[in-house]
């Protein structure tokens, strides 16, 4: 397989997507059963509400009206800034029926983040919640509108002082179609801001056959059903709940139940009441259901980060491993529930995929041994199209034989099981959220009070790890560093990246290269277990 682009594909050798959009996949489970329910909505105030493949069509249909009334045209991008709720479905199709650009951001971002985001991904406009619209108004200048939901996610209603705004409810009531467009599975659909090497976030540009292919792939791979009714906690604005869990429903014409977030006291209500048979869970989450009692459910998987026979023993639901990133749209490699593997394997190759470990010098690693995981498609169909706006850095992570690099190491053993190891691009993993060390340190060095520092990963019992810097003052003994540091991430960073602890040394060891030896850094610090 060569360097290859949707781009340069014919339509025969696109023959799987031809004619094949988002728009066309609702509209085939329209016209197959428009009354089953696509989606429950369980707020955390208020009733449960639900909608049919019938309904969801038409309030997508209003909306695009809405947005095309406003303005918004094919190839615009749309800034979606919202928490789990059903306006975040509602607008994500509403965008693909028009073919514009939906810009989904994480919600936990700060005005230095969407400062980044508005001048990287040039928004038209923003779909978002009343306790962001000031936040959004102020970092991203130049806004056609700004259209809000009467409350947040969580039920608040904060009252934006921004002018500008409209609300929600209003593009729904606009006037008019939106115009017919040509099913094409080429059209840009979606872009996601990812962590790299570099200190700000990657803007990962998805198309419309990026997404129907991993919901088909979605679909094989959990081996899910029409009759499946698949929890999805996690947020929406991440690659594994819009991929793994919606596309995938939608795809198989299926049910999706949707929280606002993760919520131990309520996930086994929720879970019981409507049936739920599949989630995608993280260890946060069943670190925090460990100790409840397990009900009669009627889960038939849970897909996990690992496969690990403990989760599968203690809840009685089988569970596997899987690897995958923003840039794979699906899963690169996939554990199987008729082949349970070893403990903390994350599942074999997936033969839609080409994949490679390799050492240092480029040779392919003997079984059991670490390398660097390398991954090969089609550009725009099994791979993210581009990074938006950066094609110096698109084109560094390809090799010239079509070879991603995506900065993790992995080994795998004799039988063909994948085990995750590391990071190799100096990520932090705290929660279920990616974290740049660099972008981090580039907000610490910024402040003046730090003449070096590294920021590092410290084990933490229910979040993996969380941010911590070892930091070289600038003078000696200046007053309060800790809560000055602290201080400035929280102003410039999301809550996630803000570091925890700040250690003052008088050096920093190194390793090759003069490098900072950041395992080093990292052996010095315990495991927070409580």
Known sequence: MRNRHIDDLDDAELTMLVGQDLPAVLAHRVDRHPDKTFLVWEPFEGDPGTWSYGELHAVVERLAGGLYARGVR??????????????????WFACARLGA?????????????MEYYAEKAGFTCALTEPKFVDMIAASAQGLEFIAVTPDNADGTADRPTSEGTVPFASLLEEPGEAPERTNDPRVDLGIQFTSGTTSRPKAVLWTHANAVWAARQNVANFRLEQDDVGLVFLPMFHTNAQSYSMLSTLYVGATLVMQPRFSSSRFWDVSMRNACTWSSVIPFALKAIMGQPVPQHRYRFWVFGVELQLLIDTFGVPGYGLWGMTETVTQGTMGDRAVPGPDLNVGRANPAFDL?????????TDP????????????GVQLFKEYFGDPEVTASCF??????DTGDLVAVDAAGYFYFKDRDKDMLKVGAENVAASEVETVITATGLVAECAVVGQKHYM????PVAFVIPTEPETPDIEDKIIAAC?????DFKVVRAVHVVDELPRSTLEKIAKAELRARLPEIAE
């Open 74 to 91: 094919l190839g615009d991008k749309v800034l979606l800034h919202m928490d789990n709720r059903p306006e975040f479905l509602f607008t």
């Open 101 to 113: 650009v939906v810009v989904s951001t994480n919600t936990k971002s700060v005005a230095r983040d």
């Open 356 to 364: 490679k470990v390799v050492r240092d010098d480029g040779t392919r």
């Open 368 to 379: 059991g041994e670490t390398g660097h995981l390398y991954i090969r498609g089609i550009r």
């Open 399 to 404: 090799d010239e034989d079509g070879w991603f």
């Open 463 to 466: 979040l993996d790890e969380v």
């Open 490 to 494: 929280r102003e410039n960073l999301p």
